[in-house]
């Protein structure tokens, strides 16, 4: 597959007509990383917007006490970076591969100038900034103000906006979050103790609001969604 039909499923993307995707092939590079590799961390931070081709990977940040705090898991379609008049807000970040994936690179330089006489891609870009800001204004609230239940249960259901994997049969309430999940991944995510999630994951089960199995997670969206946190 040529990078012009890579670049051709990104939602941020859709807005460019052919040719104008045919110049933006002259500015990507396309590497395969494989899973569990950094691809930015806080001192190799160089300023560039990146796609995310395939696969997931996983921004995070550390305290001062060295405990790791995951922002954000992104996944096919997703775009990270800094550039000058661009932000993602990546540039403290840690950013590692969840699984082997395709990430796409832009040279900040040239895509200055390629946006500047491309509006209707332009104002895409702004919808996306936007949607993740108020994403993670939302995420960031209920972080600060919910117990620790629904704090793992706003958690899960931002990851199934992005990452669901749709039920099998129509009777079936539960769906399946497309990402690899440990207690400690989840307790990375909301700034808990491990052993605090597990106690936390066990009760919701007992509630009948998701169900757990090795590294996977399903949720009730509906059921959770009654809830006056969400």
Known sequence: M????????????????????IEMEQ????????????IQTPETFTPGLYFVKKGKVRLYR???????????????GNVFGELNMISFGTKEHYIETIEESH??????????QFIMHRPRF????I??????INSMSLLTQNLAIGNLHD??????????AQHVVRRDES???FHQIDVPLSHQDIAHMIGASREAVTVALQELVKGGLIKTGFRTIYIDREKIQKRNFI
């Open 2 to 21: 040529n990078n012009i039909h890579y670049l051709s499923q990104f939602n941020l993307l859709h807005s460019l007509e052919t040719e104008d995707l």
């Open 27 to 38: 500015l990507t590079r396309i590497t395969v990383i494989p899973r569990n590799t950094f």
């Open 62 to 76: 550390l305290n001062s006490d060295g405990k790791q705090f995951t922002s954000d898991v992104l996944n096919e």
């Open 103 to 112: 990430i796409c690179r832009i040279d900040h330089t040239r895509f200055e």
């Open 122 to 125: 332009v104002m895409a870009l």
């Open 127 to 132: 919808q996306v900034l936007s949607k993740r």
């Open 151 to 160: 704090k793992i249960l706003c958690v899960l259901m931002e990851l199934s």
């Open 171 to 173: 009777d079936d309430p």
